[in-house]
């Protein structure tokens, strides 16, 4: 049946687009302003993927163009000529750092902190003088006492933790202390606990700050990133540890894995341990491009199961597969082996991002095609709800379905590159994702969308190819 509908969606499609119809279309005009500026910069710790940075200036407020991208860069444009960029501050909110999920947080950088022809940079250090409260009283003296409780050169505060080792291990421990949750409200600590005029010097800070306000568990995981961050060699060390670690409790998260009612216990969890290690070498391997790494998130690791045939699949009770169980403890050397067959390809998967309403505001105004996406990509909208329910799971037959709905959902929003990107990205079973392209087809087509059409129907055409070989 399935192939029938597919084939039927071919030929209609085929021969709407044959009769040459077309898009529907739009112009946009812009209107540029006179006397304006703008700022570009990094939010570097290291690179920030994804975070949504503002300048505020007084009462005015302006948002950067995009989200940072891999690199941690941002452009904020069509600022006021008559705004003195000095008296205002840089804010970055959420983003993902190798990894280390930075929503709820908050870095800052005042732009007095930087010259004419400075980078302007967006960090743990920048973040910690912008909150001092007695900033307004002197730069100088900020930096001075900043320095110092960071055991650096006043002149390093300012600089690039990409550029200096111990700039980058001092920047990493405090994000690492700010992603802890205190262990009375359940909040992240942030970037605000540190205080450097009470807190001399970092191991003071966290002696007498940080333990207590963090439970026992806590503590032994974050001396445990310490005591890795302070033994790396060099920048892309850091980098590695951060998201190997990152990647090895997703997987152990994702699986789930129980070993109390095997026979060897201590066997199985030896067995699963080093095959665990195996797959987070091999996906950080795959992320891995010259001195930096691609951004890792959900997707990204969903993909890498699905390539390496270990995708997960768990029954009504949420028990794990038993063949996949099996492989995952069974022997290592032939865990390693079937994985070295694979190839894992996930640098260029992005996934789907949303926007966090309460961190991100955009100026719409009465431009109704503006609102629409700004509600559409944030997490109130209904395909954000969705989201939100996807993020329970790694199993496809739980996961596919979901984003068949968000690609319908996207089309029907206007969305419809949007729609084909999230069938070709995130349903992995070979049906489901067939069948999903003939829905996307179909309704694109009642949108007159034709020429998009054809572009799914080659995309399910090559498709449908694979997954009438393999069958």
Known sequence: MLNKKVYFSLVLSSVLFITGCSDSSSDSNENPQVSTKSISGNVIDPEVYDASVRLMCGSSVFNASEKTDDDGKFTIEKIPGSINLKDCSLTSSGGVDNGDNLSDLTLKAPMALFEENDPVLITPLTTIVANHKDLDKGLN????????????????????????????????????????????????????????TEQKSFQNFFENQVKKNISAESLKDIQEDITAIDNSTNILDIKNKTIKKNIRNTLNSAYGINCSSESNVSLCEENYKVNIELLTDTITTALKNGEKFAPVNRYKIRKALTDANLSVSKDANNNLDSDLFSHLTGSTSYFKKELEKRTIDIKDIKGITLYNSKNYEKVVGNDNNARLEYYTFSELSHIGEALKIAQSSFDDKVLDPIYQEVAIGYIKLGFYEEAITVVEENIFQDSVQLSAYLEVIENLIKQNQTTIANKALNKAFNDFKEYGAAR
């Open 141 to 196: 003296l900020v930096l001075s006492e900043v320095a110092t409780f960071a055991g650096l050169d006043k002149e390093k505060i300012k600089k690039s933790p990409l550029k200096d080792i111990q700039l980058a291990r001092i920047s990493k421990k405090l994000t690492k202390i700010a992603m802890l949750k205190d262990k009375t409200s359940g909040k992240k600590l942030g970037f605000t606990i540190v205080n450097t």
